[in-house]
Structure formats: C-alpha cells, structure tokens
C-alpha cells in the first residue's frame, strides 16, 4: 500500500517444529551453551594472551562476538518457544529480532572476507604484516562491517515496515525471517523481494569474490614456497578460514537464493538450523583445534586452572608424533594432494546435496536415515582429510598428542554411528518390506528421530589411550591417529588391543547380526512377490547393501587381523577406503535409487526453466 503500514496485526505466531519438542530443546539448549561457552573461551583467551594480540586474532575475536550475538538473537525465544503451548511474539519484537539477525548476519559475512584479505596479507606480505595491518586498519575494517550489516538490516527493515498485515499471522519457521514474512503480508511485495534478493546477491558476491581472490594470490604464493614445511605452515593457517566460510555461505546460499513459490518452508527452517545455531557453536572449534596458537594458549590456560588433574596424566615424553603419510616425492605429493582434495570436494557436495532435500516425496522414514547417512558421511570425511590435506604439503608431518587424541576420538565416534546407522536403515527397509501397511506408524519421526539419537555412541578407546605413555620414537607410519597405532607407546598395549577387538567386534558383529536377520526376512518376502514387486523391493535394498559393503568390507579389513601380522602399508590402503566411501556412498544412492534421481531430474529442469525465463526476460 502506498499510504504505509495499516496492520491489523499486532502479534505473530512462530509455528516453529511441532514433532519431538522436548528432544529438540535439550538438543539446541546443548548447541545454545556450547555456542556461548565456546566463543566467550575464545574471547577470554585471545584477550588474556599477548602473543594472540596479532590482527588474525583480533578479527577473530570480533567473529565470536558476533557468533554469541546472531545465536543469542534467535535461540533464547526459539528455546522458550519449544516449552509454550502457543508461540508469541509481538509485531515490535518481531522486527526488532529481524533488524538485529540482519544486522549480525551481514557483519559476519564482510567480515569473513576481510579475514580473508588478512591472510592474504599475512601470506604474501609476511614481512610488512603489521605495516599493512595496524591497530587503526583492523579498527577501521572491523568497523566498517558493523556500519555496512546496520545499512542492510535498514534498508530491509524499513522495507518490511512499509508492508501492512491483514492476517493470518502463523509464520511457519521458528524466528522472524524476511522470506516467510512477506508471504503474510496483504501488501506488494515483489520491491521488497527484488531488493532482498539484490541485497543479499550483492553483499555475497562482493564478499565471495574478495575472498576467492585472496585465496586465489596465496595459493599462488604457497606453490612458490620451495620450502615443503613453509607451504603446510601457509597452509594450515587458511584452512580454519576455509571450513568457517563453506559453512556461513553455503548456508546463507541455500537460504536465500531459492525460488519463494519453489523453495519448501520446512527446508528452509533447516537451513536456518545450520545458518542461526551449528555454525555459530562450530566456529571456535574450528579455529582451536585447527590453531596451533590458540591449541597451546587453552593448553596453558589449563594447566593453570587445573593443575592437579594435568599432573596425573599419562607419563610421557614425546608431546607431538610425526605421520609419515604416503610418498615423500614431491611430484607424488602434488598428485595425491589434487586427488585428496578433489574426493573431499565430491564429498561434500554430494553429501551436502543429499542433506538438502527438495522434494516432498522424499521426506519418508528412508530418506531421514540417509540424510543422517550424509550428515555422517561429512563429518566423518573432516575428522581426516583436511588435515591429510595439509600433511601432503608438509616436509614433516607433526601432529600434537592432544590433537592426534582429538583426532581419533571423533574418528571413532564418527565410524561407530555409522556402522549402527547402517543397522539401523537394514530395520527400516525390513519395515517397508515385510510390514508395509504398518511402515508410517512403525517408523514415525519420533521413533527414526530417537533410533539416529541412539546411534550416537560414546566410545572409550580415547579413555583407553591416556593411559598409555609415549616415551619415543614418535613416528606413526600411516596418515591419521588411528587405533592400532599403540606400537609407538612404551607403555603395554595389550589392554587397548584387546578392547580395541573386543568392542569393535562386538560392534560389528551386533550390527551384522541385525543386518543379516533384517534381510532374511526381507528375502523370505521377496521370493513371495511377483516379479515387478520382487524388483521393486530389491531395488529398494541395493544402494544400501552397496553402501553397507563398503564400509563393512573397509572397517574388516583394518581391524580383523592382530597387529602384530597385518602390513602397514596394505593397512594404509585400506584405510584410504576411509575417505573414499563417504565420497562414494552420495553417488550409491542418487544412481540406483529411482526417487533420488526423478527430484534430482525435476530440480534440473526447475533450474533450466529459470534460466530461460530469465534469458527470455533479458531478450525482452
């Protein structure tokens, strides 16, 4: 309307996620203080340590503040919103919240590429670093990404004030987001979506191209580093970065870049999940245990705090290990880092893009396991591969004891909930097959919810490891800490090995069992189909009888012979399958699964269809 705002609407009703409230509170209240916890650690301890008063750090500084800000403006009425009967939130608080989201979240996307044009400086400049950086730029800079998110959250804000609200006011998400915003209103909206749309394309062009040319000069720079160990060191300091940018923008893409009449509310909210809570909370802990720096700071700060418990430590010498990895030529290297990094690229876009599900008809029990199956996939993936990235361009491949302990901790956290998810999808294709009128009751999503919840066990392999001293040599023949590498400890192993096969035996036996029951049933119901329902129902099984073969086939073959017999190297080998199959497992299920690839087909003709509408419109 073009006299302003004549709202009828004086509050809005959040619908937020209306399943498994109660396990979604504790699960977010977790993510919500570890969020907190995490950055306001990260605050404290670049404040309190001099040698952390460097620009990168205080640029870091300033994104966990702004990480503490974007999740304390939605989680605290996100989180009460999951306790109350009916959600609330006034019309004043609705676009309050929304001014200060915007604001938060544009910041934190300038400030992600200046980030990036500090290394840049930092790489390619080293020696007039804090010439180029002062005190005064980084203040300047910092600054300037606070004044730029007030601008946008301002011209979008006032955009949304002009708009009048007739009714109804359910907004299906659970905080105050443009997109659902303007579906409720009875005004015009198309100006205040063109603006979005050329807001947010703008903010991330300009940043995504600062960024790609800053990485682009210091890729440059590192491969005319002659030194092996001066390119890991340049390396490993950009590859925090990294990870923190595919998180915010691949994210904020989703979010932003779909279609309003194609793009799926609920989908939506999920990526909101990651955009407003998970990077938020992951972000410190990209940065700690990917920083050399910051890793020694909290070991200090600790050693301070708790001293009692540092001093009953495992008795050991060596405070760092050396991977030896693969091949020390450096024509080897170049090649095994391209093919690493090019499988860990294929990883997560094809995990990422099973994760994103754009079809209704695959919001089914099966699809919920595989989207957790991708979630996994990635994690499992990032717990190796970016450090065996920056070890390939390593002259010495050293790791630290508390972050090679680190390292194998969520290794096997990682495996074993996939080896149980992986049961877990055997049960529901029993389900579907042999109980197929009692499928949607059976698996609701309060049951697939709590059967994934479940499959995160807790390991003590870790608990198991600090008992163990390392006196020397410190050298691990292989490319990440792994549980059979106890022969470079002076202390007996024999305890370790054997719980090492006693519970990864009896993990792999329990979940072979279920597997091998589930799929006699399913073949005693087959053979009793008729032969378009026999093929129909195989076919439902083969991706994950491939998927399951894998992984089985690749853990088997690690972990079944004693150590003492079984080849390094062959063993090597056979743990490469350790990045391979979550590479492989995204293609396994889009190729021979009929759902997957009619929604892949259906999004690719959505996208060309826009292409020759926008091509048409041009030609007009």
């Given at each position: 309307m073009a006299g302003g705002n004549h709202s009828s609407v004086t509050e809005f009703v959040l619908l937020g996620f209306t399943d498994l409230q109660e396990l979604l509170f504790g699960i977010f209240l977790l993510m919500y203080i570890t969020t907190l916890v995490g950055n306001l650690g990260m605050i404290v301890l670049i404040r309190t340590n001099s040698q952390?008063?460097?620009?990168?750090?205080?640029?870091?500084?300033?994104?966990?503040?702004?990480?503490?800000?974007?999740?304390?403006?939605?989680?605290?009425k996100f989180l009460s919103g999951l306790l109350a009967e009916r959600n609330v939130i006034s019309f004043n608080g609705c676009i309050t919240q929304f001014f200060f989201f915007v604001v938060?979240?544009?910041?934190?996307?300038?400030?992600?590429?200046?980030?990036?044009?500090?290394?840049?400086?930092?790489?390619?400049?080293?020696?007039?670093?804090?010439?180029?950086?002062?005190?005064?730029?980084?203040?300047?800079?910092?600054?300037?990404?606070?004044?730029?998110?007030?601008?946008?959250?301002?011209?979008?804000?006032?955009?949304?004030?002009?708009?009048?609200?007739?009714?109804?006011?359910?907004?299906?998400?659970f905080y105050c987001e443009m997109p659902p915003l303007l579906l409720l209103s009875c005004s015009d909206t198309r100006l205040n979506k063109v603006v979005m749309v050329t807001c947010v394309g703008f903010i991330i062009t300009i940043s995504v191209l600062a960024i790609v040319a800053s990485y682009a000069s210091i890729l440059l720079t590192i491969w005319s580093i002659r030194s092996a160990e001066g390119r890991h060191k340049a390396f490993s300091t950009c590859t925090s970065h990294l990870m923190a940018v595919a998180?915010?923008?691949?994210?904020?893409?989703f979010l932003y870049f779909h279609p309003f009449s194609r793009r799926t509310e609920d989908q939506g909210k999920t990526a909101s999940i990651f955009y407003t809570l998970v990077t938020p909370m992951l972000n410190p802990f990209v940065y700690s245990l990917r920083n050399k720096e910051v890793r020694s700071t909290?070991?200090?700060a600790m050693n301070k705090v708790f001293p009692c418990a540092y001093s009953h430590r495992s008795h050991s010498n060596q405070t760092k290990a050396v991977l030896l990895g693969f091949s020390d030529q450096g024509d080897v290297q170049a090649a095994l880092f391209l093919v690493f990094l090019v499988i860990y690229v294929v990883t997560l876009l094809g995990n990422l893009g099973m994760l994103i599900r754009l079809d209704a008809q695959i919001h089914t029990a099966m699809y919920f396991f595989l989207s957790s199956l991708s979630f996994l996939d990635i994690c499992y993936s990032s717990s190796i591969t970016p450090r065996l990235l920056a070890d390939v361009l390593a002259e010495r491949k050293v790791i630290s004891y508390s972050a090679c302990l680190t390292q194998f901790y969520f290794y096997m956290v990682f495996s074993a909930t996939e080896c149980c998810l992986l049961a877990v999808m055997a049960y529901d294709r029993y389900v579907a097959i042999c109980r197929p009128l009692l499928y949607a009751i059976s698996m609701s999503s309060r049951v697939c919810a709590l059967l994934v919840a479940g499959s995160f066990l807790a390991t003590i392999h870790t608990g198991l490891a600090l008992q163990l001293s390392f006196c020397g040599p410190n050298i691990i023949n292989h490319f990440y800490c792994e549980g059979p590498r106890h022969a470079i400890s002076c202390t007996d192993p024999t305890i370790n090995e054997m719980m090492m096969f006693v519970v990864v035996g009896f993990n792999l036996f329990v979940t072979?069992?279920?597997?091998?029951?589930?799929?006699?049933?399913?073949?005693?119901?087959?053979?009793?189909?008729?032969?378009?329902?026999?093929h129909k129902a195989f076919s439902t099984c083969a991706s994950h009888l491939t998927a399951l073969t894998l992984f089985c086939g690749s853990a088997v073959s690690v972990y079944s012979c004693p150590s003492s017999r079984h080849s390094q190297d062959l063993d090597k080998v056979a743990s490469v399958f350790t990045v391979l199959t979550p590479m492989l497992n995204p293609l396994i299920y889009s190729l021979?699964?009929?759902?997957?690839?009619?929604?892949?087909?259906?999004?690719?003709?959505?996208?060309?269809?826009?292409?020759?509408?926008?091509?048409?419109?041009?030609?007009?």
């Open positions: 952390l008063h460097v620009p990168m750090y205080f640029f870091l500084s300033h994104l966990s503040f702004l990480d503490i800000c974007c999740s304390s403006s939605i989680a605290p938060l979240g544009t910041t934190e996307a300038i400030l992600l590429a200046v980030m990036a044009y500090d290394r840049y400086v930092a790489i390619h400049e080293p020696l007039h670093y804090l010439v180029a950086m002062p005190r005064g730029v980084c203040v300047q800079l910092v600054v300037g990404s606070y004044a730029a998110g007030s601008l946008n959250a301002l011209v979008h804000t006032s955009g949304l004030l002009r708009l009048s609200f007739c009714g109804p006011n359910l907004i299906n998400h998180l915010f923008y691949g994210s904020a893409a909290l070991s200090r072979n069992l279920t597997i091998l029951i589930a799929y006699t049933y399913i073949l005693a119901t087959i053979l009793r189909m008729g032969a378009a329902g026999k021979r699964n009929k759902e997957v690839k009619d929604t892949l087909g259906r999004a690719m003709e959505r996208k060309r269809r826009i292409i020759e509408c926008v091509g048409f419109g041009r030609d007009l």
